[in-house]
Structures are given as structure tokens and as C-alpha cells.
């Protein structure tokens, strides 16, 4: 395609990550209207991305993972013909903190009583406040101002009076959030956990992944699309005074439709104009928009030697910060560490970073665990459509522009992980929140015959 390719479409969703072409697809199922999709980056897929090693082993270097209670993701993968396969081997997991490891689950043969009950009952009102925080709108609850004036990390040394319980919980949380608590709005961290649950977040939402990669779903979608789709066409435009559409401007062309489905982390939006201007509040929330990123990284052996000398498959390092999973093949054709480094890591030069994974490796799996065959690493904050695979909002946005977040302007209709009331951050959170832009702009568009558009 050229640059003065110009189209007319009725639905043009703006990228192609599980949540846009979720979108997509629900809407070409439909059947009635015309779609198309741009992407700013050179493949489809988001924050899921398939890569082969030169050992010819297929690892993920973002999401990965699902489990029983994703039921759109689930859906989906099936309508698509996308297999799920387990998750993780079963086996015991620990924490290590002060040169100790125990086993997660409390209460822990060697983990100290009094730190237990002070993890249990910090646990506890945290839970209690979850239940005050409605999904769909964080913004409403009873005290969201109080909760989202304050940051996860002032709520966490507030209600934890031991170190070892406060760092457990540190743990858990950035566990699942992947950033600084101090960065990220308690409002945010409760919206987050309630959006699943804590027994989900932390017990079953790595149950499963997808056999091919969780990237086959969003690859398979973009078969059907075909030329309904560009590659590195990041948006530079998008005009809300073309009369009876919306146009977007593109390094590959001009799309004018008549609904917008912007399926993007909010931060992403940054470089794009807009005419005229969003309201304040979209405005706001873009520009103030928070994302923080594990750095992954895939270790592979020639078989899981580990698995007859500990009954350890999971283990995160509360004084360093380093989580690893146990994922080899169930006939352990080859052995497979995967691990994330949090974000406090991210300066160390890359052969430091190495020796960091190499030796915590030896640690908890034992001899031999430092010398992979291969050691591959993938930071999300260096992406440069993405910045960071996960999102928190910091204190107080929440508040000044939360009821931004799925509210449509005018044509333009909000898709991504981040404004989803339900698995927020999750692969599953991004596939909801597609299929209601899909739903609401089929709603505008339905029982009226396409109109043609006139490109300006």
C-alpha cells in the first residue's frame, strides 16, 4: 500500500493486540459491517509475543498464562481452534526472605508464628476493602478518595507491624503488579485484585497456557483479516471534524470509519494529535498514565535434572525481587525455567543481569542451574509501542480521571487491558474489554445500512 492509500470503512480499530483484534473479530463474525485494523509495530499480538530460540524451543516473552476463570480468553482460543495445554507441573512453592525459604502457603512449617498472624490479618482488611470497590467504576466506592490519596506502600506499613509479614505482602503485591507499591494508588491495587480475586490472582491464573503460544490467538485472527490489516502504521491523526466519520492518518494511509476503536495502553496514545482535542479528563488520564514491566527471562536445559532433588517448582525471592516457574514439557524432552526480574533490576548492563539470574538459579534449583544452554532475556520497557507490560495508576489519578477510562468520545470507543472491569491486566481482561467496543459500536451501527464515506 502507498502513502495516499485512502479508505472507508465502518469500523476501524486502532491496534492489533488481543484486545483490538478481539474486537475485530467479533465484529467481521457479525458479518454486517466493514472493519479494518492499524498497528503501529511491525507484527501483531501486543504484549503476547511468540519467539523461537536458535535451539528451535518456542518461548513467550509476555503473557503467557490463563486460567478457568477467563472464560472470554478461554472462548476465544477455542472458537479460533487454539489449544490449552497445562500451565505449570504441580509442585510445592516457597518464598525466601532473610536466607530462609518456606513454602508459600501459610502457615509454613518454618516461617515465624507471629509474622503468619500479622501477614493474616493485614490480608484480611485488605480483602474487606476489596469488597468496598466496585469493578466497573473504582472512582464510586465509599471511601475512594482516602484509598486512592494513599499508595499501596503507605497502606502495606501502616497495617504490617514485622518485617517479614510486610515483606510478604510487598511480595505478593508486586508479585502481581510487577512495580514500586509506593508508585501505584491503593484504589488501583483494589480495583486490580477485586477485578479477579486474590485466590484467582494468586492459586489458578497460570493454570493453563496455549499450546503454540498465547500469540497464536491474535495471529490467527490476523490470517482472516488479511490486507484488512496494516503493520507499522502507528496513528499520527485522528480527526473528529471529518463530518460523518472519523478519519486517522497512518505512515501507510488515511482510514476514515464511522465508529474508532482505540485498543492501546493509554500511555501509547501520547504521540497521537487529536482534533479536536480530547476532553480534560482523556487528556489528563493519557498524559498521567503509569507503566511498570517485569524483565522475563527463559532458561533451557537438556532436561529438568532439578525435579529429582526438590519438590520446588515455584520460588520468589522477597529480598531480591526474582520470581521463577518450573514450565518443562510434562515428557521432559528439554527443561524450561522461566523467571521475571522486577523493574529494581532493570539498570544492571547485561552481563550483570546474566550473572544475577545465573546464580539465583543455582540457589533454588541447585548445581548445574547456572549453566542453561540457553539464557534469553526480554524487557518490555525497552518496546517502543509499549513501555512497560503492565499498568498502575499512581495516587490520586484514579480520582481526577478514572471515569475517563471506558467512557466513549463521541466515535471513539476504549478497548486495552487497563479499561477492562474484569481481569484488568490480564489477557483475558484485554478480550473483554474489545468485545464491548465491538458490542458498542455495533450497537450504533446496527439496523442501518452502511452509509459510503467520503475520505476528506
Given at each position: 500500500?502507498?502513502?495516499?492509500t485512502?479508505?472507508?470503512?465502518?469500523?476501524?480499530?486502532?491496534?492489533?493486540?488481543?484486545?483490538?483484534?478481539?474486537?475485530?473479530?467479533?465484529?467481521l463474525?457479525?458479518?454486517?459491517?466493514?472493519?479494518?485494523?492499524?498497528?503501529a509495530?511491525?507484527r501483531v499480538?501486543?504484549?503476547?509475543?511468540?519467539?523461537?530460540?536458535?535451539?528451535?524451543i518456542l518461548?513467550?516473552?509476555?503473557?503467557?498464562?490463563?486460567?478457568?476463570?477467563?472464560?472470554a480468553?478461554?472462548?476465544?482460543?477455542?472458537?479460533l481452534?487454539?489449544?490449552?495445554?497445562?500451565?505449570?507441573?504441580?509442585?510445592?512453592?516457597?518464598?525466601?526472605?532473610?536466607?530462609?525459604w518456606?513454602k508459600?502457603?501459610?502457615p509454613?512449617?518454618?516461617?515465624?508464628?507471629?509474622?503468619?498472624?500479622?501477614?493474616?490479618?493485614?490480608?484480611?482488611?485488605?480483602?474487606?476493602?476489596c469488597?468496598?470497590?466496585?469493578t466497573?467504576?473504582?472512582?464510586t466506592?465509599?471511601?475512594a478518595?482516602?484509598?486512592?490519596?494513599?499508595s499501596?506502600?503507605?497502606?502495606?506499613?501502616?497495617?504490617?507491624?514485622?518485617d517479614?509479614?510486610?515483606?510478604w505482602?510487598?511480595g505478593?503485591?508486586?508479585?502481581?503488579?510487577?512495580g514500586?507499591?509506593?508508585?501505584v494508588?491503593?484504589?488501583?491495587?483494589l480495583?486490580?485484585?477485586?477485578?479477579?480475586s486474590?485466590?484467582?490472582?494468586?492459586?489458578t491464573?497460570?493454570?493453563?497456557?496455549?499450546?503454540?503460544?498465547?500469540q497464536?490467538?491474535?495471529l490467527?485472527?490476523a490470517?482472516?483479516?488479511?490486507?484488512?490489516?496494516?503493520?507499522?502504521?502507528?496513528a499520527t491523526?485522528?480527526?473528529?471534524?471529518?463530518g460523518?466519520?472519523?478519519?486517522?492518518?497512518?505512515?501507510r494511509?488515511?482510514?476514515?470509519?464511522?465508529?474508532?476503536?482505540v485498543?492501546?495502553?493509554?500511555a501509547?496514545?501520547?504521540?497521537?494529535?487529536?482534533?479536536p482535542e480530547?476532553p480534560?479528563d482523556?487528556?489528563?488520564?493519557?498524559?498521567?498514565?503509569?507503566?511498570?514491566?517485569?524483565?522475563?527471562?527463559?532458561?533451557?536445559?537438556?532436561?529438568?535434572?532439578?525435579?529429582?532433588?526438590?519438590s520446588?517448582?515455584?520460588?520468589l525471592?522477597?529480598?531480591?525481587?526474582?520470581?521463577?516457574?518450573?514450565?518443562?514439557?510434562?515428557?521432559?524432552?528439554?527443561?524450561?525455567?522461566?523467571?521475571?526480574?522486577?523493574?529494581?533490576?532493570?539498570?544492571?548492563?547485561?552481563?550483570?543481569?546474566?550473572?544475577?539470574?545465573?546464580?539465583?538459579?543455582?540457589?533454588?534449583?541447585?548445581?548445574?542451574?547456572?549453566t542453561?544452554?540457553?539464557?534469553?532475556?526480554?524487557?518490555?520497557?525497552?518496546?517502543?509501542?509499549v513501555?512497560?507490560?503492565?499498568?498502575?495508576t499512581r495516587?490520586g489519578?484514579l480520582?481526577?480521571?478514572?471515569s475517563?477510562?471506558?467512557?466513549?468520545?463521541?466515535?471513539?470507543?476504549?478497548?486495552?487491558?487497563?479499561?477492562?472491569?474484569?481481569?484488568?491486566?490480564?489477557?483475558?481482561?484485554?478480550?473483554?474489554a474489545?468485545?464491548r467496543?465491538a458490542r458498542?459500536?455495533?450497537?450504533?451501527?446496527?439496523?442501518?445500512?452502511?452509509?459510503?464515506?467520503?475520505?476528506?
Amino acid at each position: 500500500m502507498s502513502k495516499t492509500t485512502a479508505l472507508s470503512v465502518d469500523v476501524l480499530v486502532l491496534g492489533a493486540g488481543p484486545s483490538g483484534l478481539s474486537a475485530a473479530w467479533d465484529i467481521l463474525k457479525d458479518g454486517r459491517h466493514s472493519v479494518h485494523v492499524v498497528e503501529a509495530s511491525e507484527r501483531v499480538g501486543g504484549r503476547t509475543f511468540n519467539h523461537t530460540l536458535p535451539s528451535d524451543i518456542l518461548i513467550e516473552r509476555g503473557g503467557a498464562w490463563a486460567g478457568p476463570t477467563q472464560t472470554a480468553l478461554l472462548a476465544l482460543a477455542k472458537d479460533l481452534g487454539v489449544v490449552i495445554k497445562d500451565g505449570k507441573p504441580e509442585g510445592k512453592t516457597f518464598y525466601g526472605f532473610g536466607g530462609r525459604w518456606n513454602k508459600v502457603e501459610f502457615p509454613s512449617e518454618t516461617a515465624p508464628v507471629e509474622a503468619q498472624r500479622d501477614f493474616e490479618r493485614a490480608m484480611a482488611r485488605f480483602e474487606m476493602l476489596c469488597r468496598t470497590v466496585p469493578t466497573d467504576a473504582p472512582w464510586t466506592a465509599p471511601a475512594a478518595e482516602t484509598l486512592d490519596a494513599m499508595s499501596v506502600g503507605d497502606w502495606i506499613r501502616a497495617n504490617t507491624h514485622l518485617d517479614e509479614s510486610r515483606a510478604w505482602f510487598i511480595g505478593c503485591i508486586r508479585k502481581l503488579q510487577g512495580g514500586d507499591p509506593d508508585r501505584v494508588s491503593l484504589l488501583w491495587m483494589l480495583h486490580f485484585v477485586r477485578s479477579a480475586s486474590f485466590e484467582d490472582l494468586l492459586d489458578t491464573a497460570e493454570d493453563y497456557r496455549f499450546v503454540g503460544g498465547a500469540q497464536s490467538i491474535s495471529l490467527n485472527i490476523a490470517s482472516k483479516l488479511g490486507d484488512r490489516l496494516w503493520l507499522n502504521a502507528p496513528a499520527t491523526l485522528i480527526d473528529r471534524t471529518a463530518g460523518d466519520c472519523i478519519a486517522v492518518e497512518t505512515p501507510r494511509g488515511r482510514v476514515a470509519a464511522r465508529q474508532l476503536i482505540v485498543a492501546t495502553m493509554p500511555a501509547s496514545l501520547r504521540g497521537v494529535v487529536f482534533v479536536p482535542e480530547l476532553p480534560a479528563d482523556h487528556r489528563h488520564l493519557i498524559a498521567e498514565w503509569g507503566t511498570m514491566s517485569w524483565i522475563k527471562f527463559n532458561a533451557i536445559y537438556d532436561r529438568p535434572f532439578w525435579r529429582s532433588k526438590s519438590s520446588g517448582r515455584q520460588f520468589l525471592c522477597l529480598d531480591r525481587l526474582v520470581e521463577t516457574f518450573d514450565i518443562s514439557p510434562r515428557d521432559e524432552s528439554w527443561g524450561e525455567i522461566v523467571g521475571f526480574i522486577l523493574p529494581d533490576s532493570s539498570g544492571r548492563v547485561a552481563a550483570d543481569r546474566a550473572a544475577y539470574c545465573r546464580d539465583f538459579l543455582r540457589e533454588v534449583y541447585g548445581e548445574g542451574a547456572d549453566t542453561p544452554r540457553e539464557l534469553a532475556f526480554f524487557d518490555w520497557n525497552e518496546q517502543p509501542w509499549v513501555g512497560g507490560c503492565v499498568s498502575a495508576t499512581r495516587p490520586g489519578l484514579l480520582i481526577e480521571s478514572g471515569s475517563a477510562l471506558r467512557e466513549p468520545v463521541g466515535r471513539i470507543h476504549w478497548a486495552g487491558t487497563e479499561r477492562s472491569a474484569t481481569w484488568v491486566n490480564y489477557i483475558e481482561g484485554a478480550v473483554r474489554a474489545g468485545q464491548r467496543a465491538a458490542r458498542e459500536t455495533l450497537t450504533l451501527l446496527s439496523g442501518a445500512h452502511p452509509k459510503e464515506l467520503t475520505v476528506k
